[in-house]
Nanobody
Framework: QVQLVESGGGLVQAGGSLRLSCVASERTLSSYAIGWFRQAPGKEREFVAAINWNGGSTDYADSARGRFTISRDNAKNSVYLQMNRLKPDDTAVYYC??????????????????WGQGTQVTVSS
C-alpha cells in the first residue's frame, strides 16, 4: 500500500509563505508524476500544481502560477510546494497525489491513484 504524508501546513498572514512537503513510502514512486491539489470547505477538490517524474516539466493552476513552485527530490522520495504571497483564498486542505504508472503530470483529480491525508493551510487577512 502506497502511503503519502504531507506536512508544512499552518496558519499564516496574507502575503506570507509556506513550504509544503510530501514524502512517499515507496522509493519507486520517484519515477512517477506527482500533483498537489486543494479542497476548501464546501468546494470541490481542485488542481494546484503538478510535476513530471524527473522534474523537467511542471504545470500550475492559474491561481498558483507565479506564486507557487513545485519541485521534487527523488533521492529523498519527496515533492515540495513552495507557496509565496499567500492570499485568504488559498485557505484549504492541501493534498499530494501520485500518478502511479505515468511519467507525465496531469491536472485532473481522477488521473491520480494514491493520495495523502492532507495538510491544512489557513491564510488570515
Amino acid at each position: 500500500q502506497v502511503q503519502l504524508v504531507e506536512s508544512g501546513g499552518g496558519l499564516v498572514q496574507a502575503g506570507g509563505s509556506l513550504r509544503l512537503s510530501c514524502v512517499a513510502s515507496e522509493r519507486t514512486l520517484s519515477s512517477y508524476a506527482i500533483g498537489w491539489f486543494r479542497q476548501a470547505p464546501g468546494k470541490e477538490r481542485e488542481f494546484v500544481a503538478a510535476i513530471n517524474w524527473n522534474g523537467g516539466s511542471t504545470d500550475y493552476a492559474d491561481s498558483a502560477r507565479g506564486r507557487f513552485t513545485i519541485s521534487r527530490d527523488n533521492a529523498k522520495n519527496s515533492v515540495y510546494l513552495q507557496m509565496n504571497r499567500l492570499k485568504p483564498d488559498d485557505t484549504a486542505v492541501y493534498y499530494c497525489a501520485v500518478r502511479r504508472g505515468y511519467y507525465s503530470a496531469s491536472k485532473f483529480v481522477d488521473q491520480y491513484n494514491y493520495w495523502g491525508q492532507g495538510t491544512q493551510v489557513t491564510v488570515s487577512s
